[in-house]
């Protein structure tokens, strides 16, 4: 069993901040890439930011240069800050892991980033 606590969303005005978080528990020994998605009503999910096990990442060009994705191996944890948020960030924002030996991939609860104008 493994498990992904997500929290940090909210209600933030435009221009405003949030930082997410998603640590990961359980039985899982070793995280290969963690990501954030997000899907907004109507829409389908989309690939936020992702980050590998050696640090290197890759954004939506949506998003570059507002956010910047984070990981602490020690904790299991992953992190999403989010600067100059916009009304269209609005969207429920789900964690991804993928278990570097069996490959399989676990997701968060997701949670819910709201952005008003």
């Known amino acids: 069993q493994v498990q992904l606590v997500e929290s940090g969303g909210g209600l933030v005005q435009a221009g405003g901040s949030l930082r997410l978080s998603c640590a990961a528990s359980?039985?899982?020994?070793?995280?290969?890439?963690m990501d954030w998605y997000r899907q907004a009503p109507g829409n389908q999910r989309e690939l936020v930011a992702r980050?590998?096990?050696?640090?290197?990442?890759k954004y939506a060009d949506s998003v570059k240069g507002r956010f910047t994705i984070s990981r602490d191996n020690a904790k299991n944890t992953v992190y999403l800050q989010m600067n100059s948020l916009k009304p269209e960030d609005t969207a429920v924002y789900y964690c991804?892991?993928?278990?570097?030996?069996?490959?399989?991939?676990?997701w968060g609860q997701g949670t819910q980033v709201t952005v008003s104008s």
């Open positions: 991804r892991v993928v278990a570097a030996i069996t490959g399989l991939d676990y």
């Open positions: 980050i590998s096990s050696g640090g290197s990442t």
């Open positions: 359980g039985r899982i020994f070793s995280i290969g890439t």
